[in-house]
């Protein structure tokens, strides 16, 4: 109960545990079902040797927006 307080309380006093949450579990899957409608002008950097999220990770969000416009540049050596 503590822990779930810490994420959804509106007076947590751990906005970044909040933060966390969504950018973890909560905007994955909002980003997953926008891509295909994502015409926005598009950077995308990835470090190779990322031992968070894979590079494919990127060359799918890459490959799947539909913008006209978008880059992907994967760092070799590059965390």
């Known amino acids: 109960a503590y822990f779930r ?3 959804f309380s509106a007076a947590s006093t751990k ?3 909040r933060s966390a949450f969504s950018l973890a579990f909560q905007a994955p899957a909002w980003i997953q079902a926008r891509l295909p409608d994502m015409g926005t ?9 990322d031992r968070v999220t894979r590079p494919e990770v990127s060359e799918h969000l890459h490959l799947v927006a539909k913008a006209a416009d978008k880059t992907l540049k ?3 050596d590059a965390q």
């Open 15 to 17: 906005p970044r545990i």
């Open 41 to 49: 002008p598009m950077l995308v950097l990835h470090g190779a040797d």
């Open 5 to 7: 307080s810490l994420l």
């Open 74 to 76: 994967v760092y070799a």
